[in-house]
């Protein structure tokens, strides 16, 4: 993950709430601070916890076959990591890397395995995290995965990007690219093209769509300078 992104102000203090894991006794457990760039866990290694972001961003990134590493996805705060891999005892599938500073309490493969076995609401609530955490992950990729060209992707990830509002951190071009699997230098350019014909553009690390028309027809039909 580039060191370029600006520091994000974040929560110094960990509310005293519950968590989407209510069966576990999270409310009274310390939050460990963690610094930006700081790894929680990395793709290979055994997955014995699972994490939940009391505050600050993470990115999911994984590295593609010629090395060029790519973001999954970009995680806030009540966001659960690894959770998945922890309750079916699998090697982590991505590296978690803190993009800013931010709060993360840790839950052992035991407690959630426990609370999976004690049933009730609080598994109800385990079970809806990990579906809505796989369904949101698959929909980006079947997005991402369907575009046939560069402007297609990045179109594809400018619309949700601005349609979610806050719900990323501010990025620079080469996160940008990072999780539309592009080369920076591809996405300046049409980050650049599409300024200049009025349709979006990336202003203080936010997507801004003039015209969402425009830029759904690129999503399904592609991009041509002119």
């Keep these: 993950m580039s060191s370029a992104l600006p520091e994000l102000e974040t929560a110094v203090a960990v509310a005293e ?5 209510t069966g576990v006794s999270l409310l009274r457990r310390t939050g460990m601070p963690l610094r930006r760039n700081e790894v929680l866990f990395r793709a290979g290694e055994p997955a014995v916890s699972a994490y939940y ?31 998945a891999e922890t309750l079916l005892g699998l090697p982590y599938q991505a590296t978690a890397v803190m993009v800013t500073a931010g709060t993360v309490r840790r839950v052992t493969q035991q407690e959630l395995r426990a609370q999976l076995r004690a049933g009730g609401r609080p598994a109800e609530i385990l079970m809806e995290t990990l579906s809505r955490s ?39 071009h080469e996160e940008i690219a990072a999780q ?20 979006a553009a990336v202003r203080g690390g936010r997507a801004v769509v003039r015209d969402p028309a425009r830029l759904a027809q690129i999503e399904a039909q592609g991009w041509h300078r002119t």
């Design 17 to 21: 709430r519950p968590l989407p894991v």
């Design 53 to 83: 972001l009391d505050s600050g961003w993470t990115a999911l990134q994984r590295l593609s076959a010629a090395g060029r590493s790519f973001t999954l996805a970009w995680c806030g705060q009540g966001a659960a990591l690894g959770l």
């Design 134 to 172: 796989w369904n949101e992950l698959a929909e980006r990729l079947a997005g991402l995965g369907l575009a046939e060209s560069a402007p297609q992707r990045l179109a594809h990830f400018v619309l949700e990007w601005a349609a979610e509002g806050g719900h990323r951190p501010p990025l620079r």
């Design 180 to 199: 539309c699997g592009l080369a920076r230098e591809t996405v300046s350019r049409l980050v650049s093209d599409w300024r200049r014909h009025g349709i």
